[in-house]
């Protein structure tokens, strides 16, 4: 039976890059899921690529037919953004593949009720918070007008967000440490390959 990878961990932690390298693994057999917002579209965002942009509309009709899988709505200055996935055919259970997303602790409780714990799996990213704080703050830098305010907010909103006790309460036991990417990518798919 298929697998579903929510991969997690706070900001600044190497998530998109692992992402990126774990699919890339042909071993590893996995397929990504694209989740959905009804966020604005950016430039330079494909929708289908890193969302499917959707209507709150939309959003109500999936929820009202039993489709979201899971969903977490933040308050805007431009109103209720939400994030959601849904059971829209992206997973099949049956299949040869494994399936792999960026997820939130959140999302990974609701995801893990909809489909059960014995087929979804956290892969919990973690580095420390030293380095952390060092790697976002260059990696803010490097951008054309940096938001550092925000920085600092997601920054502090993550030691909540993924604290000991939150950790515990969704059963995330092992913790991938990024101190080095290639080991850590390494040990994720030595853990992965065990769970065939």
């Known amino acids: 039976m298929a697998k579903i990878y929510v991969?997690?961990?706070?900001?600044?932690?190497?998530?998109?890059?692992?992402?990126?390298?774990?699919?890339?693994?042909?071993?590893?057999n996995l397929k990504e899921v694209i989740t959905y917002t009804t966020r604005p579209i950016r430039e330079n965002e494909k929708s289908g690529v890193e969302y499917h942009f959707s209507t709150i509309e939309q959003y109500e009709e999936?929820?009202?037919?039993?489709?979201?899988?899971?969903?977490?709505?933040?308050?805007?200055i431009h109103g209720p953004w939400y994030y959601y996935m849904v059971n829209d055919g992206q997973i099949d259970l049956q299949s040869d593949n494994n399936y792999i997303l960026i997820g939130t602790l959140e999302s990974y409780a609701q995801i893990k009720q909809y489909y059960g714990k014995e087929i979804?799996?956290?892969?919990?990213?973690?580095?420390?918070?030293?380095?952390?704080?060092?790697?976002?703050?260059?990696?803010?830098?490097?951008?054309?007008?940096?938001?550092?305010?925000?920085?600092?907010?997601?920054f502090l909103a993550d030691a909540s967000d993924?604290?000991?006790?939150?950790?515990?309460?969704?059963?995330?036991?092992?913790?991938?440490?990024?101190?080095?990417?290639n080991s850590c990518v390494e040990e994720i798919v030595r853990n992965m390959h065990s769970r065939r």
């Open 62 to 76: 999936y929820r009202d037919n039993n489709k979201v899988v899971e969903s977490r709505c933040y308050d805007t």
């Open 162 to 181: 993924f604290s000991e006790d939150n950790l515990c309460k969704n059963e995330i036991q092992k913790r991938y440490i990024n101190n080095d990417l």
């Open 120 to 154: 979804v799996i956290p892969i919990y990213i973690e580095i420390e918070d030293g380095e952390r704080l060092t790697r976002a703050l260059e990696r803010e830098k490097q951008q054309n007008e940096p938001k550092y305010a925000e920085m600092c907010r997601r």
């Open 7 to 28: 991969l997690m961990g706070k900001s600044a932690t190497g998530k998109d890059t692992i992402y990126k390298l774990l699919l890339e693994n042909n071993d590893l």
